[in-house]
């Protein structure tokens, strides 16, 4: 079965830097991939997917992650953090065979300080 | 959020008590999910639905009952069976004839036993 994972709880940069958020995934055959954020007390917004094609996928509101097989990571990355940011972003893998077998991780909260 | 409502906001119910989450879509999405959300460990499905008058238990349905009798509307109950029903529960769709791969989610519901 699949499995995603997001080795850190929480993610602290300054307004203006850099931003990355990490996840990694496990799955049999080719993996597709999501990433979602969540603001307080709503539902989750659709980002960004890999599915197949391009390794650097470009998403909604700046935001970009990178596809890389060979550490089978899909880290979600953004060149200039803002405040607005802040939040709590989840990674996803979906099962290519399965429509309905979606794995998320646990989430990673985001605070970007101005 | 868009085009997928959830009702109501806020749900408070007592010990013993049956109550039923709406969930409502007008993207025309075939499949519908039911996730539940609680700090730290993601979402889990609880129930998914391909098509109207079908659906199929997820991960953690017990205590949880479903019905699909159209294509938008997709209402979740929540029984007294459900030993820890306190948490955050948001309905997703998605296009499965269009291949998008892609779960839409609505704006949740947060449900409190007393």
């Given at each position: 079965a699949q499995s995603v994972a997001q080795p850190e709880d929480q993610v602290n940069v300054a307004e203006g830097n850099p931003l990355t958020v990490k996840c990694t995934y496990s799955v049999s055959g080719n993996p597709y991939l999501f990433w979602y954020v969540q603001y307080p007390n709503r539902g989750l917004q659709f980002l960004l997917k890999y599915?197949?094609?391009?390794n650097l996928v470009k998403g909604s509101y700046g935001f970009e992650a990178e596809f890389n097989k060979s550490q089978t990571s899909f880290h979600l990355k953004k060149p200039s953090a803002l405040v607005s940011d802040s939040a709590l972003y989840f990674c996803a893998v979906r099962d290519p065979y399965n429509n309905n077998d979606m794995r998320f991780g646990a989430g990673t909260r985001l605070t970007v300080k101005p | 959020d868009g085009g997928i409502t959830q009702s109501p906001k806020y749900l408070f119910r007592k010990e013993g008590q049956n109550v039923t989450l709406s969930c409502e879509q007008?993207?025309?999405?075939d499949a519908m999910y039911w996730y539940r959300q609680d700090p730290g460990q993601g979402l889990r499905l609880i129930y998914y639905s391909q098509i109207v008058n079908d659906f199929q238990k997820g991960d953690i349905a017990e205590g949880y009952s479903v019905s699909r009798e159209k294509k938008e509307s997709f209402p979740l109950t929540v029984t007294s069976?459900?030993?820890?029903?306190?948490a955050f529960y948001l309905c997703a769709s998605s296009d499965l004839e269009g291949r998008t791969d892609t779960q839409y989610f609505g704006p949740g519901t947060r449900l409190t036993v007393l």
């Open positions: 599915i197949t094609g391009d | 007008n993207l025309n999405h069976a459900q030993k820890n029903p306190t």
